[in-house]
Each structure stands twice: as structure tokens, then as C-alpha cells.
């Protein structure tokens, strides 16, 4: 049992193709302030606020290299000094980040909690978020591997699905897992939300460093022994903690759900209503935008003529729609989007052909990509998890 | 009976605000290469061109005052030397432009015959808009006002109509003028379409100066002495003709047809089918582009994932597209329209609210109009005819 801070771990190493063309390798979603406007903060920003305070210590961020400096730029403007800004070489997914993480934690404390957050989900109800949290780190204490689940509001076909089983004992709200299942088809995922005992899976978690490496040691030792091996070669670098290069590249890139939470016994699920999204797509955008009398979210410099329930995003031009409905525009500088809201998902398709081949699991490094002069500016790298 | 040249009129002074964003103030429609892509020549080069060579005389352009270097450099592009470019202080619509051409070419030849065209048309048979003009130019010979009709390919109800009477005395293919009608509704069009004696009115010309001004003498006095002064009093500016200010915004602003033609007796007809289109709107543009397979027109760097039956339009910028169809997508520097097909028309809306105002008939000074740093970049000047 031990009462100290929870130490969040914010993964920010993701370049969210789907919400291509704001989102490019350069500066991916979570970087960008796409959701909320008037504060002008980014996802990052959003995400590292929300777990401020005396309950948290400050956050260890991990991150893909080329985004580094404008992460610290916005850590500064939070006012906000991180424990670690952790230089990922490569996209490894989610569990040899979350491994690092807690390396670099336990050196200094056997006891401590990690948080493990993504840096591009939005959260409305920040007070039931950090109520889960706190029966999340009773649970942790316990020595579960506690995950979050958000109730399904619809048959989503994107999210993977966890059923929870037994109520944790001791624990009320808190619950073991019985299982976890892949995206489903729309009929197994309208089954899922009749039953009421299935959550998505918000790719959130709470552990303790220690219980989370004996797992992932018993589960994935070699996996761990890179990480072991990258953070003994790692180097600081002013204001950032370069992790050794060919060891972690060397890591299995795998998510923390594989890896540990879909075969450990040890495994809690709190299931907690937060108002959350994953803001995966622009539909996603729409859904949790504001929206005007004819059902249209809009950003920027819009003009509108019977236009409805569209999602219309403007960057420093002017848009102008007339006569259309259920339709995504989005308005970057050089580049723009014109999608069916319900084909949002295949943004992502769009970005690989542009790309002119996929490149799983690597960094995308411009010049690889498709011909033509500003292919590096419409690029997505691949994500790190 | 003449045996001359005969002189090309070209009539520059809209703006073509239903092509906007490409159509703008300072660029209007006739003045961009809409149409002709591999070329890049614009439509007003495509006017003049059509009307070059032994049977033609040097054009005499009609313009805005505004629009005259981009015209100058235009001609100069093709080896072309205007007889003269005519600068209107203010657009008067088509009777006063084509008076003042009648005037300025009978002081050198009493036998002159006009040609006149708007600079804004398409025409994909020049060998027939050639036969066409060889029959009017005997009708005008013979002391006809000619106009050319266009045989109807669909119920249009955007444009007026020419009923054709009987046929001219010793040429065939020319007819006497029954009726001028205004633009129909459906039913009346598609009864139009049907009865075969029907023709779209395409506002293109045919007749001697004398002709002209003597019939324009008998039905608009004050017109034409307005036309009068402002040639008296027209003074040149190197390479142009600057109208008499004074006089010739006095002018009544009236269309050749309903000053002169719907009242004259010597009014004929020339039929003819020649691969016209006004390009007055963005589904006119989709109609006579090239299609893909999935019926998409594509013009610049577009690229597509299931869309139909299309136009997309790219200027410097790169416009993706999933899953739509019947759409036009016109991104230009700094402003983007996305419209569904059917509504193409209604850009004239837009770009009317945009301005805050409409300014009916006279040429709108950027700073008048709507507020907003970039509104004299994307306000439509007023048409001069």
C-alpha cells in the first residue's frame, strides 16, 4: 500500500493519420488544438492539465524525437516541468514505452504508480476521470494492472471491447476482467452494448511500476531486456532523456494490451463514464463539436449556404459550402479534404496512397515517400503505437 | 454588299461571379484558362483566336478599365494587335459597347461589319461557328441584324430563347426573327426544346456599323448620343482607348437585345450547332471537361477515392476527395467552395453575401465592399453587360 503521487505517463508518439491533413508527421493530432478552440491548448496540453495537482507527480512524456521541441515548448507554456521528456528512435507501440517508463520511476521509488494516458483523447468530465483514477490506484495498490473502460454510448466498430467479470473485491466500481475482445462487426458490437457488461477499451491504465515489470518480465522478458538495455544506454540530452538507440529498436513493438493485460490474472477494470472520445477521426470531431442550428460543426473562416450536419474546419482560408450535407471539409494550408462523414475512417487509406506505400511500424522519414515536391509536407509518419 | 474583313468585337466587361473563387474582380472568368487547360490559354484568347486569319479583321476589345494590362499582355501572348482596346469607365451592359465599335469603325470604313462576341464562351467547332458566320455575314450584307441561336440540347432554364420565323429571302439557313423569350420556366423549356423553331440566345452578332446605328438611332437616341460623346471625347492612353467618362456613364446600361433586337424588323437568325457553352457556372465547366471513368472532371493535383460524377479543381493547392459524388470542389489560393452540383448557380449568392451587398450594375470598388482584410480579394466586380 503505499499513498504518494500517481505518476502520469503521457505516450506521444502517435501521428494519427486518420485525421490527416492537420495531422502530419510533423505535427501530429495531439500537438494540434483541434479540439479545444478558445483555450487554444492541444490534446498534449489538455491531457497533462487534467493530471496536474497534488494527487499526481509531474508527468514523464514519451515521445517521438522530431516532436521534442515543440513538446517542451508546450510543457513551458503550461508552466509545467516534466519529470522525463523520454526521445523515443522508433515507434515501439505501447508497451516498451510504458516498460521505460517505469524503469525510470522505480529508480527512484519501489512504490511508484503509473498512469499510462495517450496524448490524444479528450476527457469532458474531468471530476469522475480523476474519481476513477483514485479507485484505479486503490486497485494498483492491491497489485492489479488496472484498466479503463468507457461504457459504449453505440455499437462502435473501431474500439476494442473488454468484458469485466467478478467485482474486485473490497472495491466497489471496480471489477476483474473476464475478457478482451478485437473490434467487433456493428451485430456482435450492438450485442456488446445490450449486455451492459462490456467497455471499450480506452487504452488507459493504472500500475505499479514494480507489479507491471514483474509481469512483463514473466510475460515478454526479452522485450524487457532491450528496455532494460535502452534506458542503462540512454543519454541525457539538455532537457531530454535519449533512450539507447539499437537496444530499444531491438524491443518487440507490441501494445501494452497484448503484451501483459490480455494474459495477466492480475488484470482490474474500472469502468467510469467520463465524456470520452478518442477523437479518431473527424466524424469523432463533429460528434463532440458544437453545433449549429442546421447541425454543422464548424472552425474558422466558414460561410455556409443550406449546408448540414457537416464538419467544416477552415485553417487561414476562407470555406465556402452550399447545398451539402453529411460531409467532412477540412481546409489546411496546401492541402484539403473533402470526405462523406461516414467514410472519415478512410482518410487513413488516402495518406497511404499518398505516401505511395504503407510503412508499418517505422518512422516515415519524408524523402522515402511519394514523389512530388511537397510530399514531405503531406506525409504522415507511422505511429509509435 | 461588302466583300471586306469583318471586324471582330469582343466584349470583356463581366466578371462571372458564378465562377467564383476562380472568377474574381481582378481576374474574371474570360481572363483565366477555365477551360483550355493544356494550352493555358484563356478564354478571351480563345474568342480572338477563333476569330484570326484572312476573313477577320484586328479585334476591337471592349473592357474594364481595370482588366486592360492583363488583356494588353493576353494579345501580346498570341501576336495579336487589337485595331483597338476600348476602356469603359463603368460596365453599361452590351448596346453602348457595341455602339461605340460601330462608331469607331465607320469613320474608316462606311461598310464595316461587326462581329461581336462575348469573351466568356466556349465553342468546339470553329469550323462551324466559321460557316455560321460566312451565312450571317450575307444577311447583314443585305441589311440584316444577326444574331446567332443555338439549337437546344436540354431544357435550360438559365438562358433566353429565339423563336425563328421564316426563312431569310436567298440564304439558306438564315431565318427571320419571330420572338425574343426571357428565360423560361422548366415546362415552357422543355416545350421549347420540343417544338424545334426554338433557339438559345448566345449574344453573339452579326451586322454592318451603319445597320446598327441607324436602327439603334431610331430605338435609343439618348443612348447613342451618349456613345457619341463619349468617342468625341475619348482620348488615348498608349496602348488604349479611353472612353469619355462623363458621357458614357450616362449611357443607358442595356443589353443589344432588348434595345435593338427584340424591336427591329431586320433582325435574323443563324442556327447553328457549334459545341457552345457559356461556362456560366461550374456544372457548365463539369459538362465540357473530360471525364474519368467514375465521370469525374479533374483539373490540377486531385487525388480520389470513390468519387462520382464530379468537378474538382485544384489551383497550387492539393484536393483530396473520398466518397462523395455530384460535387463541385474548387479550391483556389485562398478560398475554397464545395457545392453540390445542382446548386452551382447559387455561388452568385454567395459571393453577393460575401460583398455584404449586391451592386447592381456598376463596378465594385474592393473597399466598398464586406468587411474582412481579405474581402478585395474575393469580391466579384460587377458584370458590364
Redesign the interface.
Known amino acids: 500500500m503505499t499513498g504518494g503521487p500517481i505518476h502520469p505517463v503521457i505516450l506521444s508518439g502517435g501521428a494519427g493519420t486518420r485525421l490527416w491533413?492537420m495531422s502530419r508527421a510533423l505535427r501530429p493530432k495531439q500537438l494540434l488544438p483541434l479540439v479545444s478552440e478558445l483555450s487554444e491548448r492541444s490534446m498534449l496540453q489538455e491531457t497533462v492539465a487534467r493530471v496536474s495537482g497534488p494527487d499526481f507527480g509531474p508527468p514523464v512524456i514519451i515521445c517521438n524525437d522530431e516532436h521534442r521541441f515543440v513538446i517542451a515548448e508546450q510543457m513551458r507554456e503550461l508552466g509545467i516541468e516534466p519529470r522525463a521528456v523520454v526521445l523515443e528512435p522508433a515507434g515501439r507501440n505501447t508497451a516498451p514505452a510504458a516498460v521505460v517508463a517505469a524503469l525510470l520511476l522505480i529508480r527512484d521509488d519501489p512504490d511508484a504508480r503509473l498512469l499510462v494516458l495517450p496524448s490524444d483523447h479528450v476527457i469532458e468530465d474531468v471530476e469522475r476521470f480523476r474519481a476513477a483514477t483514485a479507485l484505479a490506484a486503490k486497485a494498483a495498490d492491491d497489485g492489479a494492472l488496472v484498466t479503463f473502460g468507457i461504457p459504449p454510448t453505440r455499437p462502435e466498430t473501431g474500439y476494442g471491447y473488454i468484458r469485466r467479470g467478478e467485482p474486485y473485491p473490497g472495491i466497489d466500481g471496480c471489477y476483474r476482467i473476464d475478457r478482451f475482445v478485437e473490434k467487433p462487426d456493428p451485430e456482435t458490437a450492438r450485442g456488446y452494448v445490450d449486455a451492459g457488461d462490456y467497455a471499450w477499451n480506452s487504452g488507459m491504465f493504472l500500475f505499479g511500476a514494480g507489479t507491471l515489470l514483474d509481469e512483463a518480465q514473466r510475460l515478454k522478458p526479452d522485450m524487457v531486456s532491450c528496455c532494460r538495455a535502452a534506458v542503462a544506454n540512454a543519454r541525457e540530452d539538455l532537457d531530454f532523456l535519449r533512450l539507447g538507440h539499437e537496444a530499444f529498436v531491438a524491443a518487440e513493438s507490441v501494445s501494452i494490451d497484448y503484451a501483459v493485460m490480455e494474459h495477466t490474472r492480475r488484470g482490474a477494470i474500472v469502468p467510469a463514464e467520463m465524456g470520452w472520445s478518442d477523437v479518431g477521426s473527424w466524424s469523432a470531431l463533429w460528434e463532440i463539436g458544437d453545433h449549429d442550428a442546421q447541425g454543422n460543426a464548424v472552425v474558422g473562416d466558414v460561410?455556409t449556404?443550406?449546408v448540414r450536419d457537416s464538419y467544416i474546419r477552415?485553417d487561414g482560408?476562407?470555406?465556402?459550402?452550399?447545398?451539402?450535407e453529411d460531409?467532412v471539409?477540412v481546409?489546411a494550408?496546401?492541402?484539403?479534404?473533402?470526405?462523406?462523414r461516414?467514410?472519415a475512417q478512410?482518410?487513413k487509406?488516402?495518406v497511404e496512397?499518398?505516401e505511395g506505400r504503407a510503412v508499418p511500424n517505422t518512422t516515415c522519414i519524408p524523402a522515402c515517400c511519394a514523389p512530388g515536391d511537397?510530399t514531405s509536407r503531406?506525409t504522415a509518419a507511422n505511429a509509435s503505437r
Not at 476562407?318 to 447545398?323: F, P, Q, W
Not at 494550408?333 to 462523406?340: F, N, P, R, T, Y
Open positions: 491533413p460561410m449556404l443550406d477552415a482560408n476562407l470555406v465556402t459550402a452550399i447545398g451539402v460531409l471539409i481546409a494550408d496546401d492541402v484539403i479534404l473533402v470526405a462523406s461516414d467514410r478512410d482518410v487509406k488516402m496512397e499518398l511537397r503531406w
